[in-house]
């Protein structure tokens, strides 16, 4: 059965609705969701929505976790002024279901987290063989990295759908990935991002905020930095 792996949406509903829209053009009703439904973008009551009303099961991620425990990110500022925005227009009963979200999940083989298996919230995983020698389990999928991969591993799979909402590996596009039979396939689609662009504006952020969504940056950048 074909399982499509989503992660870091980050509020950038534009680019989720493109990724909902080609799950279904491939047929694919089972959806996960590696973490992160929120952070950085202005559309995260629509986000949190869509995944509500298909039923799109969770795992926490560590914006989700800043959001649902009222908490901050230590490593940036620019991620708690998003929180902070977040935090002023997030629906209460959206809130409610960020914390109902668990750290890990079992599906079929498929062991899913949003950072990794020491650290399932906050862990920027190296995948490598010794690193998974020491996990237990076959088939591993998390989030966190905005960098989408997949690695074999002697007879282990680690798979990174990459991020939806922000991708930081060069590719601008939004990722996601689909497993079918012990192999994962990474997938790319085209979003509207001026319309994020417009969206952050108006509440009151400068392009910093969205700049390197143009190009995939691995962190914020301006429009003009390219």
């Given at each position: 059965m074909k399982t499509a792996f989503i992660s870091d949406i980050?509020?950038?509903?534009?680019?989720?609705?493109?990724?909902?829209?080609?799950?279904?053009?491939?047929?694919?009703?089972?959806?996960?969701?590696?973490?992160?439904?929120?952070?950085?973008?202005?559309?995260i009551n629509e986000c949190c929505h869509a995944l509500?009303?298909?039923?799109?099961e969770c795992v926490m991620g560590n914006h989700d976790w800043y959001m649902a425990g009222g908490g901050f990110c230590p490593r940036s500022q620019s991620v708690n002024d998003c929180l902070n925005y977040q935090?002023?227009?997030?629906?209460?009963?959206?809130?409610?279901?960020l914390r109902s979200f668990p750290v890990q999940?079992?599906?079929d083989e498929v062991r899913l987290v949003h950072?990794?298996?020491?650290?399932?919230?906050?862990?920027?995983?190296?995948?490598?063989?010794e690193y998974f020698?020491?996990?237990?389990?076959?088939?591993?999928?998390?989030?966190?990295?905005?960098?989408?991969?997949?690695?074999?591993f002697g007879d282990k799979i680690y798979c990174n759908p990459g991020s939806v909402g922000q991708p930081r590996d060069g590719d601008p596009r939004a990722a996601f990935a689909v497993y079918?039979?012990?192999?994962?396939?990474?997938?790319?689609?085209e979003y509207d991002m001026q319309k994020v662009f417009d969206l952050m504006d108006a509440a009151g952020f400068n392009d910093y905020y969205y700049g390197g969504l143009r190009t995939g940056a691995r962190n914020l950048r301006r429009l003009a930095d390219g």
């Open positions: 980050h509020g950038n509903y534009e680019a989720l609705k493109s990724v909902l829209a080609e799950i279904d053009r491939l047929g694919i009703s089972r959806i996960y969701c590696a973490g992160d439904v929120v952070g950085y973008y202005s559309q509500r009303e298909r039923k799109i935090r002023s227009i997030i629906k209460p009963a959206h809130l409610e279901w999940r079992e599906i950072g990794g298996w020491t650290d399932p919230i906050d862990e920027y995983i190296k995948p490598s063989a020698e020491r996990v237990l389990g076959r088939v591993f999928v998390s989030g966190h990295t905005h960098l989408q991969t997949v690695q074999r079918e039979a012990d192999e994962f396939s990474l997938c790319r689609v």
